[in-house]
T-cell receptor, first 109, second 113 residues
Framework: DAKTTQPPSMDCAEGRAANLPCNHS???????VYWYRQIHSQGPQYIIH???NNETNEMASLIITEDRKSSTLILPHATLRDTAVYYC??????????FGKGTRLHILP | DTGVSQDPRHKITKRGQNVTFRCDPI?????LYWYRQTLGQGPEFLTY????????KSRLLSDRFSAERPKGSFSTLEIQRTEQGDSAMYLC???????????FGPGTRLTVT
């Protein structure tokens, strides 16, 4: 079973920051937090991952709480192309991915 | 394009027929994964290879399913005696050995009538 809990859906206005929460209260010390997204009819796409520290790349920022029991993915300026299902995953670095149902993010024009 | 490719993109077959899908990973990626995704669900892990060795198989992979990666490059997934419950998107992903990111292909959508 997936080790994460995410809201089933969220809305965000175009141009605003999209903040997607994830709970992973049973995360182990050697497990990373990963985010993938899946745009309709495409394969999942890697976004970002982190262990303890906050991370940022060209796509998004990942904020992990100090106790590592939850995290937030931030898309700083959401566009219509960001409409997708976003999966929060915890896993050891090179292990298989166990997906949950994710959060369906709707970007509203 | 140097991403993961899958062939065919769509397959319609009648119940009881055999089907085979192909996945070409990113060049020099040692690991290759197969996942299955049904409507409204996240992808489910099926199996993975490290080079030509099949290292793990999910209990979802019944004896009607077989996967190979004969030369450590492309992989095939065969389903024998297809059933309507096999209708799904079959996704392939690859990664470098002990790498963090898995790169997914576009998937093969199977419809069993």
């Amino acid at each position: 079973d997936a080790k994460t809990t995410q809201p089933p859906s969220m809305d965000c206005a175009e141009g605003r920051a999209a903040n997607l929460p994830c709970n992973h209260s049973t995360i182990s010390g050697n497990e990373y937090v990963y985010w993938y997204r899946q745009i309709h009819s495409q394969g999942p796409q890697y976004i970002i991952h982190g262990l303890k520290n906050n991370e940022t790349n060209e796509m998004a920022s990942l904020i992990i709480t100090e106790d590592r029991k939850s995290s937030t993915l931030i898309l700083p300026h959401a566009t219509l192309r960001d409409t997708a299902v976003y999966y929060c995953i915890v896993r050891v670095g090179d292990d298989k991915i166990i997906f949950g149902k994710g959060t369906r993010l709707h970007i509203l024009p | 394009d140097t991403g993961v490719s899958q062939d065919p993109r769509h397959k319609i077959t009648k119940r009881g027929q055999n089907v085979t899908f192909r996945c070409d990973p990113i060049s020099e990626h040692n690991r290759l994964y197969w996942y299955r995704q049904t409507l409204g669900q996240g992808p489910e892990f099926l199996t993975y290879f490290q080079n030509e060795a099949q290292l793990e198989k999910s209990r979802l992979l019944s004896d009607r399913f077989s996967a190979e990666r004969p030369k450590g490059s492309f992989s095939t997934l065969e389903i024998q005696r297809t059933e309507q419950g096999d209708s799904a998107m079959y996704l392939c992903a690859s990664s470098v050995l002990a790498g963090f990111e898995q790169y997914f292909g576009p998937g093969t959508r199977l419809t069993v009538t």
